[in-house]
């Protein structure tokens, strides 16, 4: 059994978790509290596996909450606030749920924390089968007026979605191709690309700063879209 707690200031927010975690048979609730002083004292007393920890809360933050017993015990943070995710990673994380939190998600999140205690971690262990499938893509090919253009995957700084064209833009000039997003993004390869709004498709290692769920990259700065935040800023946080 997994011995977990649940620390958020909002009352309503721990009873949907006390719910979710007594459907889970491998998941015993040990404890609740909206003082994250109280579960700071059950962690260092050795009695937590995970800590279900919302990130702002008084006289101590979720982040502080997360240095503070870093190694001592597994923590998934759950915010309304995606920007938060990647200092939430960078201490450790196992998983980030951003409010509200579906089951399905909660689920997920589990299961990830089982992989950890079981020493089995993804990253430990990778599927070879999908690395296997992974293809080395070096150049696209895409329709214009009349005639297709090669433009090699490595100069595209990001894709701009107009209607039913794109505007593709690298460092030195701009294509517009007259074909989807959709199109254009299943060409991609999907580890170096990353749809981050609805009429955007950025290069990952071609990001210059994220800031207030704005990206920057090249000379523009790019709206993160509400809808792409949280697998977006999980991307980030394993790339």
């Known amino acids: 059994m997994i011995r977990c707690i649940v620390v958020d200031d909002k009352p309503l927010a721990i009873d949907v978790l006390k719910h979710y975690i007594s459907k889970v048979p491998s998941l015993t609730l040990t404890f609740t509290t909206v003082n994250p002083l109280e579960a700071l004292n059950k962690v260092i007393e050795g009695e937590v596996d995970l800590v279900f920890l919302d990130i702002q809360m008084p006289e101590l933050s979720g982040l502080q909450f997360m240095k503070i017993v870093k190694g001592k015990c597994l923590v998934v943070l759950t915010t309304a606030y995606a920007e938060y995710a990647l200092e939430g990673f960078e201490n450790d994380a196992v998983d980030y749920l951003l409010k509200p939190v579906s089951f399905e998600r909660f689920y997920k999140a589990v299961e990830k924390v089982q992989l950890i205690l079981k020493g089995l ?13 992974q293809k080395e893509v070096s150049h696209i090919f895409v329709k214009t007026e009349y005639k297709l253009i090669r433009v090699n995957v490595a100069d595209i700084l990001y894709v701009k979605g107009l209607q ?3 505007m593709i833009y690298t460092a030195t000039e701009k294509i517009t ?3 989807t997003m959709k199109k254009t993004e299943e060409q991609l390869p999907a580890d170096q690309f990353m749809r981050i709004h609805k009429s955007f498709i950025v290069a990952i290692n071609k ?4 800031e207030r769920n704005r990206v920057s990259i090249g000379d523009k700065n790019i709206a993160l879209g509400e809808v792409y935040r949280e697998a977006f800023y999980n ?3 394993n790339n």
């Open 177 to 179: 191709s007259l074909q």
């Open 121 to 133: 971690a993804e990253t430990d262990k990778p599927n070879t089968v999908a690395l296997a499938k």
């Open 164 to 166: 039913n064209y794109v």
């Open 235 to 237: 991307a980030i946080a």
């Open 207 to 210: 990001i210059n700063s994220i």
